[in-house]
């Protein structure tokens, strides 16, 4: 492989790389503001100036090839001294609002400033002012001030989206991003913008002013708005999660999430109004309109339904899995149907609305019903719709989904004698249940979801319910821990009383004399890789952070 040398350092690269990319590759930041690796080159910030030997002047690293044996400086002191200069004319008419920006602690701009520049400005005219508080489009907002027209965001609507619906407008300091007149920036990932903008100027309208970065914990998770299962970041502050943003793994979502998934699956967790945070369970003789739930004791819960399932036979009670829930808890629920109650009535509701997108978006809205196939757990269809209107399925337990999807649901629900529900929030149909029991929602448990590419990727827990179940190495990353401080994230805010489903089901066969013996949920996965074939040789630690395609053996590391 072609070598070339960057600060004394012999590094690797691939001809026709440029120099900021070989440098990335060999784990060395070159300072930038314009480049990205999922955008063109546009040279325009030229923060990345670096001393090239035998060049006349200083060349920009995005922009310019690694050739062998070429000899680069990115801290001699010309380089230095070049982006001290970049740095003091991009700060000349920048506002000093770091107190009260959101991008404060994330900010290239901020970062730079303390690790580049001199530290002072000579620059006593006054700055020029523009509009600071204009809606873009319904999810961002642009402060004109803080951009520092380094262009990623209009390329990125260019070459990303294809959709090209930012632009700037004027020269010189009046620069300024605008959308095109009449135009809004609404596409469905208009929100990428505000992570590759590398300044506090496009912020999110939904999250703006509710949190300090510093303050918030970050857990690595999947986004369960559809079958991609793009990889993101939960941001918790006090127990309540406050954002989502992407998370790169470039077989996946590359850089990128949709509006959708980024403001749609996280607010459910925090509702709590809708959360279930009681066992509830209706009583004999009143009827199914609500007010006949109480909340009661688990155990309660419990040794009801174990009643109910003994009045009846195998052949009358059926199951819904769930492609909301995890591969565990579905393995779990599955294991009781057949071993404990010795049913095959177990199926699941596909929710496919639309058509995939060329972009992330697919038309199946679950995170996990290759997972369920993988599980050979099929999906509903018009045999066992006759069952549930014909009454030969008297008792049903629906894990994590609704019956209001399917046709002539009034008349199922009518004829469905009993229903269990296992669902972290109450919706529509659920008062009709004979019993609820909370379900952990994908933010408080661990567990693994399979996307539509067949890639197995893991969960954890970002919030914590009252019982919380922590694995080696699942700690979130607190800003505040690397000072010694604690992670609130454990102990302020609603706790809601909730239990993972897999653990309350193992209690239900437990009470029935059998031994689902998992101590956690990494116990569940391991009975999964030695009993399910496809799975076979998996573990919790091979899948990682970027997931792994399942019945290959092919990990993927970062
Ligand atoms: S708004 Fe942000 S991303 Fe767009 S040009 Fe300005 S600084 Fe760059
Ligand atoms: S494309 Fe699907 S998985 Fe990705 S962010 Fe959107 S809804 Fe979530």
């Known amino acids: 492989m072609p070598t070339f040398f960057l600060d004394g350092k012999e590094i690797e690269f691939t001809p026709g790389q440029t120099i900021i990319q070989a440098a990335k590759n060999a784990g060395i930041e070159i300072a930038h503001f314009c480049w990205h690796p999922g955008l063109s080159v546009a040279g325009n910030c030229r923060v990345c100036l670096v001393e090239v030997e035998k060049a006349p002047k200083g060349m920009i690293a995005c922009a310019t090839q690694a050739t062998e044996g070429m000899v680069v400086y990115a801290n001699s002191p010309k380089a230095v001294h070049m982006r001290n200069a970049v740095m003091e004319f991009l700060l000349i008419n920048h506002p000093l609002d770091c107190p009260i920006c959101d991008e404060a602690g994330e900010c290239k701009l901020q970062d730079y400033a303390y690790k580049y520049s001199v530290g002072k400005s000579r620059f006593d005219e006054e700055k020029v002012h523009k509009d600071k508080r204009i809606e873009l489009g319904p999810n961002v907002m642009l402060d004109q001030e803080r951009c520092i027209c380094c262009s990623r965001c209009v390329r990125y609507c260019e070459e990303v989206v294809k959709n090209p619906q930012l632009t700037f407008v004027n020269r010189t300091e009046k620069v300024a991003i605008e959308t095109f007149p009449g135009k809004q920036l609404d596409n469905s990932y208009s929100m990428n913008v505000i992570e590759i903008c590398p300044v506090g100027a496009l912020t999110s309208r939904d999250y703006r002013f509710k949190a300090r970065v510093w303050d918030m ?27 989502l943003t992407p998370r790169e793994n470039m077989e996946v979502n590359e850089y990128w999430m949709c509006d959708y998934g980024r403001l749609n699956t996280f607010k459910f967790v925090n509702n709590e109004e809708t959360r279930v945070n009681n066992p509830m369970m209706r009583e004999e003789g009143i009827d199914s309109d609500g007010a006949g739930l109480k909340p009661v004791e688990w155990d309660d819960a419990i040794a009801r339904i174990i009643s109910e399932f003994k009045n009846y036979r195998a052949d009358e009670i059926g199951f819904i899995a769930s492609p909301y829930s995890t591969l565990e808890d579905n393995y779990v629920l599955q294991r009781f ?10 199926v699941y509701l596909p929710h496919i609305e639309g058509e995939d997108d060329n972009l992330l978006l697919r038309a199946d809205k679950t995170p996990n019903s290759t997972g369920l196939k993988h599980l050979c757990i099929n999906p509903i269809d018009a045999k066992f719709i006759d069952k549930l209107l014909n009454k030969q399925i008297k008792m049903i337990y629906i894990l994590n989904d609704s019956l209001s999807g399917l046709e002539r649901t009034e008349e199922i629900s009518k004829a469905i004698e009993v229903a269990v529900l296992q669902t972290s929030n109450f919706y529509e149909m659920s008062h009709k249940a004979s019993v609820i029991l909370p379900a952990s929602t994908y933010a408080e448990i661990n567990g693994t979801f399979i996307n539509f590419q067949n890639r197995i990727q893991r969960i954890r827990p970002a919030v914590a319910p009252l019982e919380v179940e922590r694995l080696p190495g699942d700690f979130s990353v607190s800003r505040l821990d690397k000072f010694g401080s604690h992670n609130d994230k454990w102990t302020k805010g609603t706790r809601f009383n909730s239990r993972p489903a897999w653990k309350v089901i193992s209690q239900i066969a437990h009470v029935f004399g059998s031994s689902f013996d998992y101590e956690n949920t990494e116990d569940v996965f391991d009975e999964i890789a030695v009993k399910v074939p496809v799975f076979a040789g998996m573990s919790y630690e091979m899948i990682g952070e970027q997931g792994m395609l399942v019945g290959t053996g092919e990990t993927i590391t970062a």
Do not use: H
């Open 337 to 346: 149907a057949k071993e404990i109650i010795g049913t095959e009535n177990i």
């Open 217 to 243: 914990s970050q857990t690595n998770s999947i986004c369960i708005g559809c079958a991609r299962g793009c990889n993101d970041v939960i941001w918790v502050r006090d127990n309540i999660i406050k954002r």
